[in-house]
């Protein structure tokens, strides 16, 4: 009952997320909206890094000699440092105000390190219902701070605010929890770069499409968010099986049983693909508003698009959690694909770009095929 309950708060919390994006899509002009979701790709890419950190902190966690306090004090500064450097090359192509960049630079990152990190311990002593009801409340002071934002003046300085309260009110319900851990002056644990650099890699061209357009075409940013925000719905709604693929891979040996979770995966994202494209006339207008309605025709473009990276991230997960030092490396050519066919456009249409993220997610699907089919081979040898 309880583990129901935890997943149905967690659920609900990206529900609310999906309704923030939504909120910001029609209270926003498109020029501003793209603006939004380069941020918020920013903050994607960060999670990706952060992501094998937190694994590794719960790990700790679930030991009971302790937690170094100087192992966690390094990996502080570094992720920290780490998301200001991310936070400083977003600002690059999204704001020149000062108070923008102050809170997407430092507040955004910082808060959102501390919560990585209460996330970690309460995975590690396994309080899942508590993690629960701290992503809801924090999902919905963000929702609230977003619609008192969107009813005052929509700013971007507002929007930040909204996340770093949410990340802030989100450490702080669970602080009693992180009091009770033990903690040691000695000891350390050693960080599996290969897992944190692969986690990255695999991340990249799904949320660096955003700021690089937002950088190279910026008249385009807004229109190529909303359709891609759209699309990415399918990511949220699969978000499920995509936790336990890397869950079940750490401790699942047989190849038919990935080839199993692989087909019902990619029956279910195909289901939710055509869902979304047979209703776009009506969903569409009705979620990001009228003024994106000229964008319907291109909405099956972005919805393979994303099809392609969600059947790959789960097939990547698999490889990570068995060969990550070898795999980190086949990830490399996507987003180097993504790079440099974005540069090679000169005005371009949304109907391009969007031909550019289909050919570099096909690209990414077919190399993280490739690679599973291969291990398979060699497990079976």
């Not at 409340?137 to 996340?163: D, E, N």
């Not at 350390?188 to 660096?208: D, E, K, Q, R």
């Not at 980190?328 to 031909?355: C, E, K, Q, Y």
Request: proline share 5%.
């Amino acid at each position: 009952m309880k583990n129901w309950l935890a997943w149905t708060l967690i659920q609900g919390s990206n529900a609310c997320n999906i309704l923030v994006g939504i909120l910001l899509a029609r209270a926003l002009v498109p020029d501003d909206f793209g603006r939004f979701a380069t941020m918020t790709a920013a903050l994607t890419i960060f999670t990706a890094l952060l992501n094998p950190l937190i694994n590794e902190l719960a790990h700790v966690v679930s030991n009971p000699a302790g937690i170094p306090r100087g192992a966690l004090t390094r990996r502080t500064v570094w992720a920290s440092l780490g998301g200001i450097a991310l936070a400083v090359a977003t600002c690059a192509s999204i704001t020149a105000d000062w108070l923008d960049r102050v809170a997407i630079l430092f507040a955004l990152p910082l808060s959102m390190v501390g919560w990585s990190w209460m996330n970690g311990i309460l995975i590690g002593r396994n309080e899942m219902l508590l993690l629960g009801r701290a992503q809801s409340l924090g999902a919905l002071v963000r929702i609230l701070i977003v619609c008192a934002v969107v009813s005052l003046s929509p700013t971007l300085v507002g929007i930040a605010v909204a996340y770093v309260m949410s990340f802030i009110v989100m450490a702080f319900v669970v602080i009693p929890s992180a009091r009770e851990i033990r903690w040691t002056r000695d000891g350390t644990w050693n960080t599996n770069w290969s897992l944190v650099i692969g986690f990255f890699l695999l991340a990249a061209p799904f949320s660096l499409d955003q700021p690089l357009i937002q950088l190279w075409f910026p008249t385009m940013s807004g229109d190529y968010a909303a359709v891609m925000t759209y699309a990415k719905s399918i990511m949220l709604l699969a978000s499920p099986a995509l936790t336990m693929a890397y869950s079940s891979a750490l401790q699942r040996h047989d190849p038919r049983g990935s080839l199993s979770m692989l087909l019902k995966l990619s029956l279910f994202v195909a289901g939710v693909a055509g869902f979304f494209w047979v209703g776009r006339p009506i969903f569409f207008p009705l979620l990001l508003g009228p003024q994106y309605v000229d964008l319907i025709p291109s909405i099956g473009y972005a919805l393979v698009a994303i099809s392609c990276h969600v059947i790959a991230y789960a097939v990547a997960q698999v490889s990570l959690a068995r060969r990550p030092s070898l795999f980190a490396g086949v990830l490399v050519l996507p987003l180097v694909t993504l790079a440099l066919s974005l540069r090679s456009l000169a005005s371009p249409s949304l109907t391009d770009l969007l031909g550019v993220s289909i050919a570099v997610f096909a690209l990414q699907l077919t190399m993280c095929l490739g690679y599973q089919m291969r291990l398979c081979r060699v497990q079976k040898a």
